[in-house]
Nanobody
Framework: QVQLVESGGGLVQPGGSLRLSCEASGSIASIYAMGWYRQAPGKQRELIARITNGGSTNYADSVKGRFTISRDNAKNTVYLQMNILKPNDTAIYYC???????????????WGQGTQVTVSS
């Protein structure tokens, strides 16, 4: 069973920083694109950062220049470094990955359980 587990969320003051981690585990053959989404109360889920298995990245305009996505393929882990955090960054952050489980040819999308990020003074 493939699983994604996020960690690193918490409470931080405006202007502060957090680093989120998401580790994929289980019976994995290959991991392709990985990304971070967030969902604030009463709002739709939003893609904020994505990284391909080749290292190409893209960001939502709202976080560009403040957030950095990276990955460690040896650890099956994707990171989101969040700097200069703002109150409207408050949301549940979800990890996403396209993964081919061992024994299955076609990849599918997996989601983590989410980690809460609260930015408040």
């Amino acid at each position: 069973q493939v699983q994604l587990v996020e960690s690193g969320g918490g409470l931080v003051q405006p202007g502060g920083s957090l680093r989120l981690s998401c580790e994929a585990s289980g019976s994995i053959a290959s991991i392709y694109a990985m990304g971070w989404y967030r969902q604030a109360p009463g709002k739709q889920r939003e893609l904020i950062a994505r990284i391909t298995n080749g290292g190409s990245t893209n960001y939502a305009d709202s976080v560009k220049g403040r957030f950095t996505i990276s990955r460690d393929n040896a650890k099956n882990t994707v990171y989101l470094q969040m700097n200069i955090l703002k109150p409207n960054d408050t949301a549940i952050y979800y990890c996403n990955a396209d993964i081919s489980p061992r024994g299955i040819v076609i990849p599918r999308t997996y989601w983590g359980q989410g980690t809460q990020v609260t930015v408040s003074s």
